[in-house]
């Protein structure tokens, strides 16, 4: 099974700017609207700030809740898909996402999710390329295990050494 | 003809009658006046009659943006609020940062003015164009603290994105430093808007925008607007990123600048941990942004879970309410200040009038012109837990002193009569930030000169002292030191109406620089010289309200203690203002802008700066 790289967010590093909020709609409609984002910020206040896209799910629910099989993982990239032709607005999807990040365009009705900028004249994820800390990456299931890994492990091994002394 | 950028929408909300009306402002207007400050200005001295008391019905509300929110040029996300201050009695303006300005963009507002007093506390929905005045009642809105407010109104319109501006206690029983919180740590903090809104009966207001953006030239703007993006994570932004503001404390109390026991000192005793290293190493837990900054000035520092009074509390670091509540009342009881802040954020009092008020009175305390038996506990220097209660019962108005302190150093001062007056640090009634001005002779007059009272925000003079660019000792260079703040002040003045924030002046590196972002986003050709003369013209206009107002040269002198007392220790012992001195790099000061001798605009100077319709009008108010 092909390994596909998502957007992963690291919560440490998010200051909550909302700036890949407002260029992902820019890049893609050429008009600033973070309710046409495809990536979400969210903040829980005081500490919390994140932001969500999709993460191109192995058996996407999105997918399999869509009744006009409107929506299809690409084999290439693994993005979810939207053939806008089909795609009626019911937002099943939108409820099914376990993320919540699917959204409804406020003027065609259809909905938006995540296309690394595939749609775009731009070559890499804007909202990577746009944001100031560096929080933004993509990565695919196994970098982030081996990532989760090693930061473990060093979290372990500073516990075990400074027990040690 | 329309611009990009502006909605070019006005609407004017009689919250006595419930009317709402909406307009349109013309292309001229909006490049003249550029947006925040300037409309504030404009429209104040258009519209409201000289004299009018600041906390009568007839005062004038102004909300206002500029061209740039909801676009990611960097720190685009502004708004400012503008009335008659209740607090100066002056030109009142405070400008805030977070989500409102982008959230109102997209309902389509611009510019909105709010008059009269509603009959019972309300709040204002604006979904889009929908523009609704609603009830506090049936939600249980009023007395509660600001951070509430939003949670409340939040969960009302199921939307945890709603921008939501509101007023605390302190507002609501009109405190005269009385705030409006946003996004729980940005304040609109200064000269009492919040104040304003408490006597407008008008506890809140809620956006939301779901209309998308445009700019006049989207590829150019992309090209910029990222370049921007780029250059607001370089150098010219480290420091507000690194340690934050904090980091000034011990550069400046290294020059003897860093106000201590209200401002007997510039030199602070008790600098050990009293650092942004020291703050950002041991007590931030998280920066965090507001809308479309990548600097994230906002450092949150929590008080451990196991303190035994303000356990988790959570607190927005800032160089200056870190002063007011902290050097300034003379202790370094960092706990002390977070906690005081969450409580002036939340009661919605303005951190640098509440902290440096409670200094004031803590040497009213000391000089037993406050007594222990109308306190209750002994407000003296040093203690920070006395701080945290005296805000509390300020905000609140709860005890006897709390409530003579809710209206500033000023107002308390003549409550309590005798030698009082002499430990209220304040220029025009709104009290100093940070700076011990006695070792700083450009921005002792750049700060009393400030139209809105002591303030280190609309002109940076303490640059000029700072960074040596005049003897900050001395007073020679008059009317060249004048020249020099008059500069800066009306280059603020720009920013201020842009809106953008003053942490990225230093990524624009020339006025050619907003010119070419002003016309990607507006597609008005702006010239550097006519940006910098709309700056000159908006100061100048809000000049022209004081003088309406009843201001006069006497106003724009800093307190008696700074011509009088020395400090006792520092780079700046024994040193004071002269009079002299100071009066004459004042009068180069208004030589340079073009103001006779008494501060006054020539007809002149009003002529060449488009301002004609204000000869002949600047005598008949009463202050």
């Not at chain 2, 502006?6 to 009317?19: A, C």
């Not at chain 2, 035994?308 to 160089?319: F, H, K």
């Not at chain 2, 919605?348 to 040497?363: K, N, P, R, Y």
């Amino acid at each position: 099974m092909p390994r596909h790289e998502f957007i992963v967010v690291d919560p440490d590093k998010c200051i909550g700017c909302e700036l890949c909020e407002t260029v992902c709609s820019f890049v893609h409609d050429g008009e600033f609207n973070p309710l046409h984002s495809r990536i979400k910020r969210v903040r829980i206040e005081p500490l919390i700030n994140i932001a969500l896209s999709c993460q191109k799910c192995e058996d996407p629910d999105c997918v399999n809740a869509c009744p006009q099989k409107a929506l299809e993982k690409s084999e290439k990239d693994g993005s979810i898909l939207v053939d806008e032709d089909k795609c009626s607005g019911c937002a099943f999807c939108i409820r099914a996402c376990p993320f919540g990040a699917i959204s409804m365009s406020t003027e065609t009705g259809k909905v938006l999710i995540c296309d690394l900028c595939e749609s775009t004249e731009y070559e890499e994820p804007q909202c990577i390329e746009f944001c100031p800390r560096e929080a933004i990456s993509l990565r695919t299931v196994d970098q982030v295990g081996d990532e989760k890994r090693i930061d473990a492990v060093k979290r372990l091994l500073t516990e075990l050494l400074a027990g040690s002394k | 003809m329309t611009l990009e950028g502006y909605t070019q929408e006005r609407v004017n909300i009689h919250l006595d009658t419930g009317k709402i009306e909406k307009g349109s402002i013309t292309e001229e207007f909006c490049t003249n006046w550029i947006g925040g400050y300037g409309f504030g200005a404009k429209v104040l001295w258009d519209e409201l009659k000289p004299g009018t008391d600041p906390l009568s019905p007839d005062n004038i509300l102004v909300w206002a943006i500029g061209p740039y929110p909801g676009t990611f040029l960097p720190t685009s996300s502004k708004y400012g609020l503008f009335a008659k201050s209740p607090l100066t009695g002056l030109f009142g303006l405070s400008i805030s940062s977070g989500s409102i300005a982008q959230q109102a963009r997209r309902a389509g507002h611009n510019l909105i003015v709010f008059y009269g007093k509603a009959e019972e506390p309300v709040y204002i929905m604006f979904d889009d164009g929908d523009i609704q005045i609603l009830p506090c009642k049936e939600i249980d809105l009023w007395g509660k603290g600001a951070w509430t407010s939003d949670e409340i109104l939040k969960e009302h319109f199921h939307d945890s994105r709603l921008s939501v501006a509101a007023i605390g206690p302190a507002g609501e029983k009109l405190s005269k430093i009385g705030c409006v919180t946003n996004d729980r740590n940005r304040q609109a903090g200064r000269t009492g808007m919040g104040c304003v809104m408490g006597s407008k009966n008008l506890k809140a207001l809620c956006f939301r925008g779901t209309k998308s953006i445009k700019v006049a030239d989207p590829k150019k703007f992309y090209v910029l607007g990222k370049d921007f993006v780029k250059r607001a994570i370089g150098t010219a932004t480290a420091k507000y990123r690194d340690y934050g503001t904090p980091s000034g404390l011990a550069s400046y109390n290294d020059m003897g600048m860093l106000g201590n026991y209200n401002f007997r000192e510039g030199y602070f005793d008790k600098m050990d941990k009293f650092t942004g290293q020291w703050l950002d190493e041991n007590l931030v837990v998280k920066k965090v942004a507001c809308s479309q900054c990548p600097i994230a000035c906002d450092h949150l520092a929590k008080v451990p879970k196991d303190h035994p009074l303000w356990a988790g509390a959570v607190g927005s670091m800032d160089i200056e309410n870190i002063y007011s509540l902290g050097s300034n009342c003379g202790h370094d009881d960092w706990y002390a200040i977070i906690k005081a802040i969450t409580l002036c954020d939340d009661l919605g009092m303005d951190t640098i009038s509440a902290g440096t008020t409670v200094a004031f009175a803590m040497e009213c305390f000391e000089k037993g012109i406050i007594k222990k038996e109308d306190v209750g506990y002994d407000l003296s220097f040093g203690d920070g837990e006395a701080v945290v209660k005296m805000i509390e019962e300020m905000g609140n108005r709860s005890s006897k002193i709390g409530d003579i302190l809710s209206d500033g150093s000023r107002a308390a001062a003549k409550k309590l009569g005798g030698d009082a007056m002499k430990y209220s640090m304040q220029v025009k009634g709104l009290e100093f930030p940070m700076f011990d001005i006695r070792g700083m002779s450009c921005f002792a007059v750049g700060a009393s000169v400030s139209i809105r009272g002591a303030c280190h925000l609309r002109n940076g003079a303490y640059g000029l002292d700072a960074k040596g660019k005049f003897d900050r000792f001395t007073y020679d260079k008059p009317l060249e030191r004048g020249k020099a703040i008059k500069v800066v002040e009306d280059e603020y003045g720009v920013i201020d109406s842009l809106i953008i924030c003053k942490f990225t002046r230093g990524i624009y590196a020339d006025k050619q620089d907003h010119c070419d972002i002003y016309k990607a986003v507006t597609g008005y050709d702006m010239t550097p010289k006519k940006l910098m003369l709309d700056g000159e013209a908006i100061h100048n206009l809000a000049k022209c309200f004081n003088i309406r107002e009843g201001a006069t040269k006497a106003d724009d002198y800093p307190p008696e203690r700074f011509f009088t007392e020395a400090p006792t220790r520092g780079p700046a012992k024994g040193v004071t203002l002269k009079k002299a001195g100071y009066t004459k790099v004042l009068e180069g000061y208004y030589e340079a802008r073009g103001w006779d001798k008494e501060g006054v605009p020539t007809d002149e100077t009003l002529k060449r700066l488009g301002l004609d319709f204000v000869i002949g009008k600047l005598k008949g108010g009463k202050k």
